[in-house]
């Protein structure tokens, strides 16, 4: 049996003090660097989609898939970090909360695929994070952040050149 998280409720918007308790989980399993702690927080239908995914034909569906994201980011960030940066946004009308990011940490790992090793720089970037609740867990993330920026701060891509 899962942990039970916090309560979203289903139809209407999100209790703020639900949403935020239910965020605080989500960052508190990224942060502790195990993939298995996204797997009571999200749907078995749960949908991924972030910048990464979008770029690159990744479909992102359930608890595993979810723990594979996790993984395949923490393999090229190993010392990932993430913070809410302000308060959450709700929809007045739908079980939906958005929350405001900043990740930091060093690209030290290997970016696979494609196989890129890590440069050692620093990065420093923000998002945002739309959820969609059902049951007390996310069914569907909408992540958006400026991807190429986060790959010009790690190396990746050098300004106006493309690849490095």
């Not at 702690?37 to 910048?51: H, N, Y």
């Not at 940066?85 to 079980?95: I, S």
Request: no cysteine; hydrophobic share 35%.
């Amino acid at each position: 049996m899962n942990p039970s998280p916090p309560a979203v409720g289903e139809g209407a918007a999100p209790d703020p003090e639900v949403a935020l308790r239910w965020y605080g989980s989500w960052i508190e399993a990224w942060n502790s660097h195990d993939p298995d702690r996204v797997r009571p927080l999200v749907t078995e239908d749960f949908v991924l989609e972030t910048p990464t995914t979008r770029n690159s034909g990744w479909e992102v569906r359930g608890p595993g898939a979810a723990a594979d994201y996790m993984r395949y980011v923490l393999t090229a960030y190993p010392d990932l970090t993430w913070e809410r940066t302000g308060p959450p946004l709700l929809a007045p009308d739908a079980p939906r909360a958005a929350f405001t990011w900043r990740g930091t940490g060093h690209f030290t790992g290997t970016l696979t695929p494609p196989g890129i090793p890590g440069t050692g720089l620093p990065f420093d970037f923000v998002g945002v994070e739309v959820f969609d609740f059902r049951d007390g867990r996310a069914r569907r993330l909408y992540a958006g952040y400026d991807l190429m920026g986060l790959l010009r701060q790690t190396g990746v891509l050098r300004s106006g050149s493309g690849r490095r």
